[in-house]
């Protein structure tokens, strides 16, 4: 079986509530999917920020403050008591967690393999270990991960003119991979101009703000600027545009656990912090994903419109070269003001 198709079985097993074996050293259940009655384990897996969430960051390891968390509490630990441990929208019900002690980590990259296929099939990143009442666990390797993430396997699947609102003269193309479900997307819009740098918009799927108009973010606003500013350029014949509408909801965290920090930011915390009580990084997007679509369009150059320097630091990390940064900013309103403050104060935003 070739590496790719063990992890899509693998996140296919954890969406199901599936044990998986990781580097043939990690057999683990996930805790908040996990369907095994009567399961039990003396020890849970967590991630490294829901560890310093529960104050557990100054027993471990110092030499790897980022790594994942191995906590052993007085007796086995059930589901229902890992899921209360792992899903920070039970803290307020369940004030009261441990002792816990947390034990030195002897597979450190099988543990951050496990926090990652959490992540990509988006549930929370906790997992029992070595429980007992478990069925055959689907095998993968680190190995594995690192294959199915190269992005050679992304080719275009598939284009066509698209006539849209801001512009007629557009083209969308779709990329895929065969054991990635997520089907990324580009719209060209204008005639392609070797001569000239395209005006260049990454654009992570937003469902609330994108489709359903949510004034939490400015996701949706965004989006639509970005389509309208290359359509002015072309329709004046002074440039074209390439928009990627990336796979990536929630900032690579998915759908599920966006609304979870949904909640949590209702409750008082930023953006940052929500994503990290849920054991989960502020900023998971896939980059080189974005390079690749960007080479097989032929684009070398971009003009990329952002306001995240970050993000053009992890283009030109990936040989693409920003010929100009161009801002993109637009007004906020009363429900996503906080919001762009902490992508400005903490996450290092340009607004």
Not at 273 to 283: I, K, V, Y
Not at 320 to 330: D, G, K, N, S
Request: proline share 7%.
């Amino acid at each position: 079986m070739r590496a790719t198709r063990r992890v899509a079985l693998a996140l296919d097993a954890l969406r199901h509530g599936w044990p998986i074996e990781v580097d043939g050293v990690l057999r683990l259940l996930p805790a908040e999917t996990g369907f095994a009655p009567g399961a039990t384990s003396q020890r849970l897996l967590i991630s490294s920020a829901r560890a310093v969430t529960l104050k557990l960051a100054n027993q471990r390891e110092a030499a790897e403050p980022q790594a994942p968390a191995l906590i052993r509490a007085g007796e086995p630990f059930t589901l229902g008591a890992a899921r209360i441990i792992a899903d920070p929208a039970l803290d307020l019900a369940n004030p009261f967690k441990g002792p816990f002690l947390a034990e030195p980590l002897d597979h450190p990259q099988a543990a951050q393999t496990a926090m990652e296929l959490a992540r990509l099939a988006g549930i929370l990143p906790a997992f029992l270990i070595d429980p007992t009442s478990c069925n055959e666990a689907q095998a993968i390797s680190s190995g594995d991960l690192a294959e199915w993430k190269d992005t050679r396997h992304l080719a275009i699947a598939a284009r066509a003119r698209l006539p849209i609102a801001a512009s007629e003269e557009a083209e969308i193309v779709a990329f895929r991979s065969a054991d990635d479900l997520r089907e990324h997307v580009a719209l060209v819009i204008g005639a392609q101009n070797g001569d000239r740098a395209p005006l260049v918009r990454l654009h992570s799927e937003c469902l609330t703000g994108d489709i359903l108009g949510s004034l939490k973010c400015d996701c949706g606003p965004q989006l639509d600027a970005a389509l309208h500013a290359m359509a002015a350029e072309a329709r004046e014949g002074t440039g074209w545009g390439v928009l990627l509408y990336l796979r990536q909801e929630g900032r690579g965290i998915g759908l599920i656990n966006k609304l979870r920090a949904y909640e949590l930011q209702d409750q008082g915390f930023d953006t940052v912090d929500a994503n990290n009580r849920l054991g989960l990084p502020t900023e998971a997007r896939d980059f080189p994903v974005a390079a690749r679509m960007l080479d097989l369009l032929g684009v070398r150059s971009v003009r990329l419109m952002t306001n995240n320097p970050s993000k053009v630091s992890a283009l030109e990390a990936e040989g693409v070269t920003i010929a100009e940064r161009v801002p993109h900013q637009l007004p906020p309103n009363p429900h996503n003001a906080r919001y762009l403050d902490t992508k400005r104060d903490r996450s290092g935003h340009l607004l």
